[in-house]
């Protein structure tokens, strides 16, 4: 059963990696539309929109994380826990790169047509990380909790 809990380790990784992929798409195909409008308004197009689209690859950073973190822990807990904690941790992290990734899309958009409000619209990309800082942080406590680190 010790399988189930490194298909756990992978499932941190894994699943954050992939919401962060799926952020990055979809806030630099937002990023790309939104320079090309510049472009032919011969509007200079902002570099700050690269804020906006690599912004959900820190997902994949707290996925590596809880990875290292939990794999020390591999033959201490139920490998059932880490899967869990792995498949549920991994999703929930991935959820919220995807969706920063369409908050950046958005503030790709009405950055690069108003050159207005980048700091309202990176605090609000930054509330969606908030998800996984919660995610991460918790499931480390919960770590320490049950293997009395």
């Known amino acids: 059963m010790q399988n189930a809990g490194l298909i756990g380790l992978a499932a941190f990784m894994a699943l954050a990696a992939v919401g ?3 952020g990055v798409g979809v806030a630099g195909s937002s990023a790309i539309g939104a320079w090309k409008k510049c472009y032919i308004q011969n509007r200079p197009a902002p570099f700050l929109l690269f804020a906006f689209v ?3 690859m820190t997902q994949t950073i707290y996925g590596l994380i809880l990875m290292n973190q939990f794999s020390a822990a591999v033959g201490s807990l139920d490998s059932a826990v880490i899967l869990g ?3 549920f941790g ?5 959820i919220s790169a995807w969706f920063q990734g369409v ?15 980048f700091a309202n619209y990176i605090l ?4 969606v990380e908030t998800v996984a ?3 991460m942080v918790f499931l480390m406590l919960l770590l320490n909790n049950m293997t009395g680190a």
């Open 133 to 135: 800082l919660f995610v």
């Open 20 to 22: 962060s992929g799926i």
């Open 103 to 117: 908050a950046g899309a958005a503030a790709s958009d009405a950055f690069a047509e108003t050159g207005k409000g």
């Open 124 to 127: 609000v990309v930054g509330l």
């Open 85 to 87: 904690a792995g498949i």
């Open 54 to 56: 690599g912004a959900p």
């Open 90 to 94: 991994g999703f929930a992290m991935g």
